[in-house]
C-alpha cells in the first residue's frame, strides 16, 4: 500500500459528509457552497497559518470575503438556516479565526441591527454592513463579567437631552481594534434595564486595545474596551434593545453558529489527520494501515457527524420558527464536547508533528479552547438544558 495509490480527494467520503446531509440543500445552495469551497481553498486557507503565528489579521482579505458575499445569508439572501450553517462550518473548516471575524461582523453585528434596530435604522446601517464597507463589533462581555453579564452589565447609560453618556469597560471583543462600529450593551442608569448603542470607533472616549499572548483564535484581534464619557446620539440607541430578552433574542441564532463551528473544526481535524494517516510511513506503510490509527480517524468522523446531525435537525427548526433557547444550548455544550475529544484525537495522530503549526493540527487544536468557551461556557449551557428537563435552575 502506498500513498500513491490513495487519491483522498476523491474518494467516497472525501467532504466528510458520510450521511450525505448537504443532500438536503437546493440545487443553487448546492452551487453556492461549491463556489464558497474553492473561494476558501483558494484564499483562506493557504495563508491561514502564517497569519495565525503572527497574530494579525490580513486586512487585505475583507474586500474578498465581500466580493463573496457571505453576509446574512438567510434574512438578506433567502436561504436555510441549515445552508447557512453548512456555510459557517465550511469557513470554520477553512479557519477558525476567519470564520469567528464573520460569526462577529454577520452573526453578532449584523444580527443585532437586523433583529433590535429600528427599520429607519436598519435601512441606514445595513447597506454598508452588508457590503463589509462598514465592519462592526459586539460589545457585550466585561473585564469582571461573562457568564454573569445579564445581571450585572457594568457599563452605564445616562440620558442626556437627545444623547446618551456611556462609561464603562468591555473586554474580549473581536474586530475592535480595526472596526468601524460597535454595539455596546450598557446598563441604562434610569431603569436599570441593558440598552444596545451603536457607537462609532472615532468618537471621543472610546478606546480599544488588542489583548496579547493568546494562544487562541490568534489571527482574531480581540480588544479591551474602554469608554469614557462617550456621547452617543439617541438616534444610534437601537430602538428595538430595552432588556436583555432582547439582547437573547441575537445570542440565541449566534450560539447555534458557534456550535456550527465546532461541526467545522471537527471536519478540520479529519481532514488533517486523514491526510497526514495516508502520507506518513511509519514500519514501512502509511499510518492509515495500523488498527488504531484507523480508530481515531473514525472516532473524529464519528463525532463530527453526530454533531452535524444535531445541528442540521437544530437548523430545521430554527427555519420552522420553533427552535428554543435550550435546544440552542444542549447543542452548543454538546458539538464543543465532540469537537475538544476530536481535535485531540487528531493531535495524536500526527505525534509530535501535531505540537508545531506546520502541520496545521496545532491551530486546530489551539482553535477549539476558544470555541469551547465563548458564547456560553460549556458548563453555562449545560445547566440551561439541565434547567428545561428538570425545572430546576442550578444558575445561581
Request: glycine share 8%; proline share 3%.
Amino acid at each position: 500500500m502506498s500513498k500513491a495509490a490513495i487519491d483522498l480527494d476523491n474518494l467516497p467520503y472525501a467532504d466528510g459528509d458520510f450521511f450525505g446531509f448537504e443532500d438536503l440543500l437546493t440545487g443553487k445552495e448546492k452551487d453556492r457552497l461549491a463556489e464558497i469551497r474553492d473561494f476558501l481553498a483558494r484564499e483562506v486557507r493557504p495563508i491561514a497559518v502564517d497569519w495565525w503565528n503572527r497574530g494579525e489579521f490580513p486586512l487585505d482579505l475583507i474586500p474578498k470575503l465581500a466580493e463573496i458575499d457571505l453576509v446574512s445569508p438567510v434574512k438578506r439572501q433567502g436561504h436555510s438556516h441549515v445552508f447557512a450553517g453548512l456555510i459557517h462550518a465550511e469557513v470554520t473548516r477553512a479557519d477558525t479565526s476567519i470564520a469567528t471575524f464573520m460569526g462577529v461582523h454577520d452573526g453578532l453585528f449584523t444580527g443585532s441591527i437586523e433583529a433590535l434596530a429600528s427599520q429607519e435604522q436598519q435601512d441606514e446601517w445595513l447597506p454598508d454592513i452588508y457590503s463589509l464597507k462598514k465592519v462592526g463589533a459586539f460589545g457585550l462581555t466585561e473585564p469582571l463579567g461573562g457568564s454573569d453579564v445579564a445581571g450585572g452589565t457594568r457599563t452605564t447609560a445616562r440620558r442626556d437631552g437627545d444623547s446618551w453618556i456611556l462609561n464603562g469597560a468591555k473586554r474580549w471583543i473581536g474586530n475592535a481594534t480595526f472596526s468601524d462600529w460597535v454595539v455596546v450593551f450598557a446598563r441604562d442608569l434610569a431603569d436599570n434595564q441593558v440598552k444596545a448603542f451603536m457607537v462609532d470607533t472615532g468618537l471621543p472616549g472610546f478606546k480599544a486595545s488588542k489583548i496579547e499572548n493568546k494562544i487562541s483564535l490568534r489571527i482574531v484581534q480581540n480588544a479591551d474596551i474602554t469608554l469614557d464619557n462617550v456621547v452617543v446620539p439617541d438616534s444610534f440607541k437601537l430602538a428595538n434593545a430595552n432588556s436583555f430578552k432582547d439582547v437573547n433574542k441575537v445570542l440565541k441564532v449566534t450560539r447555534l453558529a458557534v456550535a456550527w463551528q465546532a461541526v467545522g473544526q471537527q471536519l478540520a481535524a479529519f481532514d488533517v489527520g486523514r491526510r497526514y494517516a495516508v502520507e506518513r510511513i511509519q514500519f514501512g506503510k502509511p499510518l492509515a494501515a495500523f488498527q488504531l490509527v484507523q480508530d481515531q480517524l473514525v472516532q473524529i468522523l464519528g463525532n463530527a457527524v453526530s454533531s452535524m446531525g444535531m445541528m442540521v435537525r437544530l437548523a430545521q427548526l430554527e427555519d420552522a420558527g420553533v427552535a428554543k433557547d435550550e435546544q440552542s444550548a444542549l447543542a452548543k455544550a454538546f458539538t464543543t464536547a465532540r469537537m475538544r475529544e476530536s481535535v485531540a484525537l487528531g493531535r495524536s495522530i500526527l505525534g509530535g508533528n501535531g505540537i508545531v503549526t506546520d502541520f496545521g493540527m496545532a491551530k486546530i487544536f489551539a482553535d477549539a479552547e476558544a470555541i469551547y468557551s465563548y458564547e456560553g461556557t460549556h458548563e453555562i449551557n449545560t445547566l440551561v438544558a439541565g434547567r428545561a428537563i428538570t425545572g430546576v435552575s442550578a444558575i445561581v
